[in-house]
């Protein structure tokens, strides 16, 4: 059974860092797509980072690109995404969702099959 624990989640100042962290369990690690959703509230989940090991893919959105990296521990069956210079706008529930390899619309919500249960990022301005 696939199963994704996000964590790291919190209150953070405008400028802060927080570290997420998905324990993925159930599946190979390196023959999945693991990403990164983020759904602030009345708005619609959007993607934010996708890594994908064995094809050796990184993506981010344009929104994130320069602050946040997203990275892995294989050995710990881990993802990680590091959040510097947070924003008041990055304030959502931050979700990790794995699919199987290979995936075409890796930035599509619905191309994905796994999801954790979120955790809550909040940042004051």
């Known amino acids: 059974e696939v199963q994704l624990v996000e964590s790291g989640g919190g209150l953070v100042q405008a400028g802060g860092s927080l570290r997420l962290s998905c324990a993925a369990s159930g599946f190979t690690f390196d023959e999945y797509a693991i990403a990164w959703f983020r759904q602030a509230p009345g708005k619609e989940r959007e993607g934010v980072s996708c890594i994908m090991s064995r094809e050796g893919i990184e993506w981010y959105a344009d929104s994130v690109k320069g602050r946040f990296t997203i990275s892995t521990d294989s050995a710990k069956n881990t993802v990680y995404l590091q959040m510097n210079s947070l924003k008041p706008e990055d304030t959502a529930v931050y979700y990790c969702?794995?699919?199987?390899?290979?995936?075409?619309?890796?930035?599509?919500?619905?191309?994905?099959?796994?999801w954790g249960r979120g955790t809550q990022v909040t940042v004051s301005s």
């Open positions: 969702a794995a699919e199987e390899m290979p995936i075409v619309y890796y930035t599509d919500a619905k191309a994905y099959d796994y």
